[in-house]
Every structure is written in structure tokens, then in C-alpha cells.
């Protein structure tokens, strides 16, 4: 397990502004901190060295692309599969429809988020990628009404 630094509140107002815009420029952010531009800026390097920011990303509409639907799919494996979890994984990281997934403790062993033209398009992914796999025991899939992002760690 990494060793995760300790943030000050400097840092966390830091992280707050960036998730809210990650686009927002130096000077901007370190106007709305109260400090010099090299201090913010010394601030991201050494939040981006300490794995703190993983990365700056851009956060699409699914349905701007023809993914009109979203489901999130809970995978149980088969028992006697539990050694197959890692290369189960490393399939599920190439599937496109799939937007991100989680390893679970409990009952279920994985929860994927998959992105959709329509019911009959995760229906397919169910089938193909899920049902067909000799590993998999047992998926429950729901669907997502709406999707709704609050702001992390703040």
C-alpha cells in the first residue's frame, strides 16, 4: 500500500478548484488561494509527484457520443474461478463500452459501468462479454437514471 501525504488546507482548496475546472490556469488558482503563481504552481507538481493528482481529464455527455444509456453491472465469479480474477480484469480493460470498473469486497466481485446505444446494446455486452465467460456466476445489471458527480474530499 502506498503511503498517501498529508494535505493542508491549502491544498485541498487547491483540489476542490481543479475538479471543479482542471482547465482553470495558474494564475487564476493561485489569485483565488491568496498566494504567489510558484507556490501554486510547486503545490500541483508535488501533488501530481505524490500520485495525489492522477490525472487531468475532460468529462464527455455519453449521449454526445451515441451512448445513450448507462448500466452498472454487478459480477459474482464462479467460486472456483477466484484465481482468475486478475486476468479477469485485464479483459475487462479492453472492452470499449466499458467506462470504468471496481474490484469489490462482499458479495459481489466486481461492479462495471458500461455506456450504451440502448437496452439492446448492454443486453449484447451482458451476453458476449459476461453470460459467455466460464468464470462468471452470476450479473445483475441496473440501470442508471441519472448520474450525478459531487466534489471529492473537500
Do not use: W, Y
Not at 101 to 114: R, T, W
Not at 140 to 148: A, E, I, P, Y
Amino acid at each position: 500500500m502506498r503511503s498517501v501525504p498529508t494535505l493542508d488546507d491549502l491544498d485541498r482548496h487547491l483540489l476542490a478548484l481543479l475538479q471543479e475546472n482542471s482547465r482553470t490556469t495558474n494564475q487564476a488558482l493561485a489569485a483565488e488561494l491568496g498566494v504567489a503563481p510558484s507556490t501554486c504552481l510547486a503545490r500541483i507538481k508535488a501533488l501530481r509527484a505524490a500520485k495525489v493528482i492522477q490525472r487531468f481529464t475532460v468529462d464527455v455527455d455519453p449521449q454526445a457520443l451515441g451512448q445513450g444509456i448507462q448500466a452498472l453491472i454487478s459480477v459474482r465469479l464462479r467460486p472456483g474461478a477466484r484465481h482468475m480474477m486478475e486476468p479477469f480484469s485485464e479483459e475487462l480493460k479492453k472492452v470499449p463500452e466499458i467506462s470504468q470498473f471496481f474490484f469489490l469486497g462482499g458479495a459481489d466481485d466486481f461492479l462495471i459501468h458500461v455506456l450504451g446505444r440502448d437496452t439492446d446494446h448492454i443486453r449484447q455486452f451482458v451476453l458476449e462479454h459476461l453470460s459467455s465467460n466460464p468464470v462468471v456466476g452470476d450479473t445483475q445489471t441496473n440501470l442508471v437514471f441519472d448520474h450525478v458527480r459531487g466534489p471529492v474530499g473537500t
